[in-house]
Nanobody, 112 residues
Framework: QVQLVESGGGLVQPGESLRLSCAGSGIIFSQNTITWRRQAPGKQRELVAAITSSGSTNYVDSVKGRFTISRDDPNNTVYLQMNSLKPEDTAVYYC??????WGQGTQVTVSS
């Protein structure tokens, strides 16, 4: 059974950083594409970043240059390093496999 568990969210001020973690079981991250998605209140869930089995990454334009997705294969964990956070980054962040399996989400709030 595939399980994804996110952690690392919190309340930060604009310009600060957070690192989100997604720990997986029942799936080998290094053999799959794993995505980070987010959903802000009243908005649709959007794809933020993805990392493929080969390690290629891509990002939504709004986070390019600020967010970095990475993978720790021995620990079967995917990270999302978020720098220079903005209020519009406020959302619940989820990691996902195939858009079918989701974690419980972790809240990120950026506010002064």
């Amino acid at each position: 059974q595939v399980q994804l568990v996110e952690s690392g969210g919190g309340l930060v001020q604009p310009g600060e950083s957070l690192r989100l973690s997604c720990a997986g079981s029942g799936i080998i991250f290094s053999q799959n594409t794993i995505t980070w998605r987010r959903q802000a209140p009243g908005k649709q869930r959007e794809l933020v970043a993805a990392i493929t089995s080969s390690g290629s990454t891509n990002y939504v334009d709004s986070v390019k240059g600020r967010f970095t997705i990475s993978r720790d294969d021995p620990n079967n964990t995917v990270y999302l390093q978020m720098n220079s956070l903005k209020p519009e980054d406020t959302a619940v962040y989820y990691c996902s496999w195939r858009g079918t399996y989701w974690g419980q989400g972790t809240q990120v709030t950026v506010s002064s």
